[in-house]
């Protein structure tokens, strides 16, 4: 069969193609494919002499057909073929029916494989272009794996040239995207970080689409991009625009290349470097100048590209967070912004000025624009732009303004779209206390925020103006006085019958001197509501009601025949209801006046502990995001914490803590005041802080008399203690316990043990005198684990020294599977010893137990602290009493080296003081250990000697349990 004439079209699917186009009808194009299907399956099983133009004709006739939404079931090896073929065109086809219609697992990929590695290894650069190509599209793992090697050396060869470069990048990042570990960094991470410096601009932005990707998994192999980066960022922001007139875009110089670099420099801390930090600087500031200029052109893809890199820049500048003019700066061009009658560009504004609001250098230049941003959430008509500008009113915040922010967030919750009103409600709930001057303005804040939108007020929110309240007395008449009002209109949200009953229960007698709101009058007033609510808010009413037989004696009578010996009480189908009528009735004929006031006394002051409301807002907005946000790594800008001072850590001998200013959730949901004989509040989930996104669930009511111990990183309670116990049953110690317990002394998550059935892994959160330890069980064995029970003991003074309470997991671990069990911990005093963790378990019919030491030191509830030589020196001469001291002269465990020594001892939690000590050989360290009962201040000294391999360890405190624990502690790590 005679070839295609040079220059020829494929007349025949050009054909094929304007009679599929000219049928009519469903049936005509069918019966047309199949005609063709049959003519192409009878030329490749007829004609043996089918040269390369006819073979590639058919295949892309096949091609055409699939593209249809046809399946074909042939013609794949004659495309394979093609791939032999030496002319570009039969190629071309070939790789692109095997990149369309050939799957990575299928038969035909033993085939296909060596054709990509021949072409690879040639000299042809286009055939090279076509297999990287192909090999991008169809690559899976097990693939990107045998070709690591290859496309690297192409990516980075002298003789490749710019087309082979750019699809070797392109091909290389799809193949991380497939297997992340598909390059070895230390053999070719320099070589891919020189190719910014490339000349040509086109490989230059290939290469720096693989490098962002590379920078995010693995930061540190790439760190020499940061130069090379902002060299290359400063060309482009400084050169003409006809310099690079290839690769400018609507007048915008290389706007994709710019936006790349920009992302890059995200991913690592500012420039220590002085000329790359300035030269840095300039290229931001020539961006922010170039946002000034007028626009030269009207085309919308010219404003696009243009705000694509300003935007991209200031988010850079945001990160580094180091430069105050550059902060006003771009606070004030995104200003200019707020007003823009494009709706994305003002929805970006407000984004990007809310991050711009939590730094100190930009927060007053963001305040500025408040009156524009109260304007835009009354007059914008995008809801998405509306919650933008709720969010920068939230941000921006502050006790000089808190009122007028607050004010004009309840003004719009009326209007408020509905989908953002519960997130709204918690952000006015988290200014209003955390700003409140006067708390009387705090709590009619929150009733006005129930009374405007009752049905998206959490528990959370109404249990904090309950624990606010009960915790200050010069408010408690007020908020009984607003609460009593509030409860007389006629139509009234059932979240504020829970807060009036709470409080009224409470504090009622405080405004029971008036008629108008004398006992009877509130009593009448909460009971005409108690048949319009449902059985919870019902049984917290009953409560308030037995409170009120203790508050106000003369109404005993009536409130036991009106309510607790009501037929629909005390034969109601809510056994809650129906146990609370009968004890109540039964409390009140037996007890005493004495004792009865003894049980239903005046609740004491909730813990002063962390709020939960930013911690529901912070998870609430983590899902509402999803993947948008990108994770900040240690190092990536993160910003000092504020050290306690030296004058703190030497009045921290025997101090009692000072309060924490927010007050803390309950461990269960306030109902009234109920005795704690008699109170079944029921716990709320528990929060995510290992991130572990399922649903965990709901934990077991709190038992009577169980501590108060609150989740200090914001979820609201734990169930009850039922895995925490003494030390009966406990087992000895498991092999290899106590070496797995000494290696956490300055970790906080890692493997704590592992063997061939189960892997116990920790993830552990600080924070001052309390903790959070996650446990995570994973099964390595074949079956299930049945029957799996954990507990955590405190044997001897320790049950007095720490206060544990551990999350109840189920009872099977599926093969394969992880459970996660979270444990609160509280140090209530110093202690030596560990809690145990005591595991059982069955496997396959065999009972098995292991014990091991739960890792939490007296050293976890360190405290670091920065202090002067002479400060130093003069707080350790003061800590000389007997006691105070405890010195240990051991041999070195390891190598002593000065850089491991210094993470080991900030591990511990300890502030490394460098140049106190007259020795530069030796390393000094302070901290405070908070404890419920004191802040004991820390001093260490550690002097090693590299000549003996023996270091001498000094611990100086005010306590000498704990210089001693301390000090054994630390013994280990050395």
């Known amino acids: 069969m005679p070839s295609n004439p040079k220059g020829e079209a494929m007349r025949g699917l050009s054909v094929f193609i304007s009679d599929i186009r000219a049928c009519k009808s469903r049936e005509a194009e069918r019966k047309r494919i199949n005609k063709e299907l049959a003519n192409i399956r009878t030329k490749f099983k007829g004609d043996k002499q089918l040269d390369g133009y006819q073979k590639k004709k058919y295949v892309c006739k096949l091609l055409f057909i699939f593209l249809l939404g046809n399946d074909i079931d042939f013609g794949h090896i004659e495309a394979v073929n093609l791939l032999s073929s030496l002319k570009y065109t039969e190629k071309q086809i070939g790789y692109l029916f095997i990149s369309v219609l050939v799957g990575a697992n299928s038969d035909l990929m033993k085939l296909v494989v060596p054709s990509i590695r021949n072409d690879l290894s040639g000299r042809n650069p286009v055939f090279v272009s076509l297999a990287l190509q192909c090999l991008a599209n169809i690559a899976d793992p097990e693939m990107a794996d045998s070709f690591q090697n290859e496309v690297p050396r192409l990516l980075t060869a002298v003789e490749s040239n710019e087309g082979?470069?750019?699809?070797?990048?392109l091909c290389l990042l799809r193949m991380l995207r497939q297997k992340p570990d598909a390059i070895k960094h230390k053999d070719w991470a320099d070589r891919i970080t020189h190719l910014v410096s490339e000349k040509?601009?086109?490989?230059?932005?290939?290469?720096?689409?693989?490098?962002?990707?590379?920078?995010?998994?693995?930061?540190?192999?790439?760190?020499?991009?940061?130069?090379?980066?902002?060299?290359?960022?400063?060309?482009?922001?400084?050169?003409?625009?006809?310099?690079?007139?290839d690769y400018t875009y609507y007048f915008v110089p290389?706007?994709?290349?710019?936006?790349?670099?920009?992302?890059?420099?995200?991913?690592?801390?500012?420039?220590?470097?002085?000329g790359v930090r300035g030269r840095l600087c300039e290229a931001l500031e020539a961006i922010l100048n170039r946002a000034q200029d007028p626009p030269k052109s009207k085309k919308v893809q010219h404003s696009n590209a243009k705000n694509s890199v300003l935007f991209e820049a200031i988010n850079l500048i945001i990160h580094m967070d180091s430069e105050p003019n550059l902060l006003v700066r771009a606070c004030n061009q995104l200003g200019q912004f707020l007003q823009h009658r494009e709706t994305n560009l003002r929805y970006l504004a407000l984004e990007t000025m809310s991050r711009l609001a939590v730094s100190e250098f930009s927060h007053e230049a963001v305040r500025k624009h408040q009156e524009t941003v109260v304007n835009q959430l009354k007059t914008e008509r995008d809801v998405s732009v509306r919650q933008r500008a709720v969010d920068l009113l939230y941000a921006m915040c502050d006790k000089t303004n808190a009122e007028r922010i607050v004010a004009e967030m309840l003004t719009y919750l009326e209007s408020a779209d509905y989908s953002i009103r519960e997130e709204m409600v918690l952000k006015v709930a988290i200014l209003a206390e955390k700003f409140a001057v006067d708390y009387t303005w705090y709590v009619d804040t929150i009733l006005n925020l129930i009374r405007l939108a009752g049905d998206y007020v959490s528990e959370e929110v109404w249990y904090r103006v309950i624990q606010i309240v009960t915790n200050r007395d010069d408010v408690q008449g007020y908020a009984a006085k607003t609460v009593f009002e509030a409860l007389q209109a006629p139509a009234c949200h059932e979240n504020m019958i829970k807060v009036g009953g709470y409080v009224l229960g409470e504090f009622g007698n405080l405004i029971a001197g008036d008629s108008r709101s004398s006992p009877m009058v509130q009593f009448e007033l909460l009971h005409s509501k108690y048949h319009l609510c449902s059985s919870p808010t019902r049984s917290l009413l009953l409560s308030t009601y037995v409170k009120f037989i203790n508050l106000f004696p003369e109404m005993k009578a009536h409130i036991q025949k009106?309510?607790?010996?009501?037929?629909?009480?005390?034969?109601?189908?809510?056994?809650?209801?129906?146990?609370?009528?009968?004890?109540?009735?039964?409390?009140?004929?037996?007890?005493?006046?004495?004792?009865?006031?003894?049980?239903?006394?005046?609740?004491?002051?909730?813990?002063?502990?962390?709020s939960s409301l930013l911690a529901k807002l912070k998870k609430k907005k983590g899902e509402a995001a999803g993947g948008r946000s990108k994770e900040r790594r240690p190092g990536a800008g993160t910003q000092s914490t504020t050290s306690p001072s030296a004058a703190t850590i030497a009045a921290a001998g025997a101090t009692e803590p000072a309060a924490v200013p927010v007050v803390a959730m309950p461990v269960a949901a306030p109902v009234a005041a109920a005795p704690a004989a008699v109170a079944a509040p029921v716990a709320a989930p528990i929060a995510d802080l290992l991130g572990n996104s399922e649903p965990e669930p709901a934990a077991a009511p709190a038992a009577s008399g169980a501590s108060a111990l609150v989740d200090i990183f914001g979820s609201d309670s734990f169930g009850a203690s039922a895995s925490?116990?003494?030390?009966?049953?406990v087992g000895a110690l498991s092999p290899g316990a106590q070496e797995a317990y000494d290696k956490f002394c300055s970790r906080l998550s890692g493997v704590l043990f592992e063997n061939n059935m189960l892997q116990i892994g920790l993830k552990s959160e600080y924070r001052q005198n309390l903790g959070r330890v996650g446990v995570f069980f994973g099964n390595k064995a074949q079956g299930p684990l049945q029957n799996f029970v954990t507990a955590v003991h405190c044997q001897g003074e320790l049950a007095q020294q720490l206060t544990i309470q551990a999350k109840p997991i189920g009872s099977t671990v599926d093969a394969g599977a992880q459970v996660q069990q979270l444990v609160n911990v509280e140090c209530l005093a110093n202690f030596t010893d560990a809690p145990l963790l005591d595991i059982r378990y069955t496997v396959n019919g065999a009972p098995e137990q292991l014990t091991l030491k739960l890792p939490v030191h007296v050293t976890r509830f360190f405290e670091s602290t920065q202090m002067t030589s002479s400060d130093f020196f003069t707080r350790?001469?003061?800590?000389s009493n007997p006691g105070q001291e405890n010195q240990k002269i051991f041999k070195a465990n390891f190598p002593i080296e000065?850089?491991?020594?210094?993470?080991?001892?900030?591990?511990?939690?300890?502030?490394?003081?460098d140049g106190v000590d007259p020795n530069p050989d030796n390393f000094v360290s302070a901290g405070i250990v908070h404890t419920t009962q004191a802040q004991v201040g820390v001093l260490i000294r550690l002097e090693p000697n590299s000549q003996a391999q023996m270091y001498r360890?000094?611990?100086?405190?005010?306590?000498?349990?704990?210089?001693q624990s301390v000090c054994n502690l630390l013994l280990s790590q050395f």
């Open 876 to 879: 350790w001469k003061a800590l």
């Open 724 to 729: 925490v116990g003494a030390s009966a049953g």
């Open 898 to 913: 000065t850089e491991a020594t210094k993470t080991k001892l900030t591990g511990l939690g300890v502030a490394y003081i």
């Open 254 to 274: 290389a706007p994709w290349l710019s936006v790349k670099l920009l992302q890059i420099l995200q991913n690592y801390p500012p420039p220590e470097d002085p």
């Open 953 to 963: 360890l000094t611990v100086r405190a005010s306590r000498d349990v704990v210089s």
């Open 562 to 610: 009106t309510v607790l010996q009501s037929d629909s009480n005390v034969r109601s189908s809510d056994v809650e209801i129906q146990q609370r009528a009968v004890e109540y009735q039964r409390l009140a004929d037996v007890a005493s006046a004495d004792v009865l006031a003894t049980v239903l006394e005046e609740m004491p002051p909730f813990p002063e502990r962390e």
């Open 200 to 245: 040509h601009l086109g490989v230059v932005t290939a290469a720096s689409s693989l490098i962002n990707e590379l920078v995010t998994k693995f930061p540190e192999p790439y760190q020499g991009i940061v130069p090379l980066a902002v060299s290359r960022l400063s060309r482009i922001v400084s050169v003409a625009v006809s310099e690079l007139q």
């Open 164 to 169: 082979v470069k750019q699809c070797a990048a």
